[in-house]
């Protein structure tokens, strides 16, 4: 007799090893469920919220952590963490849906994660385009059009130039070019409206005419609004639209894709604010409430992708964090996009100067990937697109939870 331990990565590799013992079909849709483990976190709980929870949890063969004083109610609130199989998640689901105390909507939010962490409900659609990132990496080629951004600035300053690099980029296997006419580097200055509808308008009507998909990398809602008019397909906004609130509305009229990044401040000051009491927990609030708002304005769900802002008003140290945990965010059901290209992250780990961060960037690529980012944003598209590809071998076989219990 000989005892191993299996890797399950995906419902695919579950079936799979049930079929080679002989599993019943009806005992493998039972049982897929059961081989999955997942640990949910609650937040802002009451004692009284908590303590169901827990009693619940518990009854059924999971586990739950509240706050030492939840029990006794010596706190006002008190977060939760759960663990358990997947099968488990979703009888407590069943439960809470008989319970007082407002549980039964909590119910509906912890499905909604279970299903987002394992169903992956991850099409992201432009104007007049989609891209399923369950099937394929979408690889971003990044285009800025400035003579300041910290690794390409000035070289492709013209439209000749910029459009050139595009054309090579789509031949290299990119999906979406996205075009920025303002540098968001630590310690960038501001650019003036005109001067940026100068630099990008030229390069995103060229493209459009050659039937190449672009999005546009700004922070103003009268650059996207011209950008969408001359076939933009997403606007990548890196303040999430904090900084103009005109910017929710151009993207919910022209039905346009919409990014989401976390940031704090502005780039030229951003890196005094990259202290966190809990970086994950911050990051995936912000986001989450971000996709709120832009729900508020009629934005669907599957126009926005969701960015937690590699470099931006983060030290190195929670770059790498994010990175290692960026399965996270899975659960907020929507495309992860990563952009570590070349960033000065990397310096620090490595001491490298920015045109020798290649090979260390797509190592970053790779992890991202292999844990859930769907979109990738990078300078260098050809190799990207390989190690993406190969990825996407390697893992990319999930079978929907739904599915996967027949």
């Known amino acids: 007799m000989r005892v191993r331990s299996l890797e399950i990565k995906s419902h695919e590799d579950a079936r799979l090893e049930m079929e080679r013992i002989g599993v019943d079909p009806a005992g493998i849709r039972l049982m897929t469920p059961k081989q999955f483990h997942c640990n949910l976190k609650l937040e802002g709980l009451t004692p009284a919220q908590a303590n169901v929870i827990k009693q619940d949890m518990l009854s059924i063969g999971g586990e ?128 003036e409206k005109e001067e940026e509808l100068r630099r990008v308008l030229p390069v995103v009507e060229e493209l459009a005419k050659r039937g190449i998909p672009a999005s546009i990398d700004t922070t103003k809602s009268g650059v996207a609004e011209e950008a969408l008019k001359r076939g933009a397909e997403a606007v990548n906004d890196v303040s999430a639209m904090t900084k103009d609130e005109k910017m929710a509305e151009v993207v919910s009229r022209y039905s346009s894709g919409l990014i989401l990044m976390h940031s704090r401040g502005t780039p030229a000051a951003m890196q005094k604010y990259s202290n966190y009491d809990d970086l994950m927990a911050e990051i995936f609030g912000y986001l989450s409430e971000r996709m709120d708002y832009a729900h508020s304005f009629g934005i669907e769900a599957e126009k926005i992708v969701v960015d ?99």
Request: a positive charge.
């Open 64 to 191: 739950a952590a509240i706050a030492k004083g939840a029990v006794s109610c010596e706190v006002k609130t008190t977060g939760c963490i759960l663990s358990g199989t997947v099968k488990q998640f979703l009888r407590l689901v069943e439960k809470l849906k008989l319970q007082p105390y407002g549980l039964s909507g909590l119910s509906v939010s912890i499905n909604e994660a279970v299903e987002n962490l394992y169903s992956g409900r991850l099409i992201f659609k432009g104007r007049t385009k989609k891209w399923d990132t369950r099937v394929r990496t979408v690889v971003m080629g990044i285009l800025n059009v400035t003579p300041d951004s910290f690794f390409d600035g000035g070289r492709f300053f013209t439209k000749e130039r910029a459009v050139e690099r595009a054309l090579e980029m789509m031949d290299e296997g990119a999906d979406i070019i996205d075009i920025g006419g303002e540098s968001t580097r630590p310690g960038s200055a501001a650019v």
């Open 308 to 406: 937690p802002g590699i470099g931006f008003a983060k030290s190195a140290a929670d770059n790498l964090e994010i990175i290692r945990r960026m399965a996270e965010f899975k659960t907020l059901g929507r495309p992860i996009l990563i952009g570590t290209s070349r960033k000065s992250f990397i310096e620090k780990v490595l001491n490298l100067p920015v045109d020798e961060r290649l090979s260390a960037t797509l190592a970053t690529v790779a992890f991202a990937v292999q844990n859930g980012a769907g979109i990738v944003r990078v300078h260098d598209v050809k190799e990207a697109r390989q190690a993406v590809d190969i990825i996407d071998a390697i893992v990319k076989k999930e079978t929907p939870l739904s599915e996967a219990e027949g």
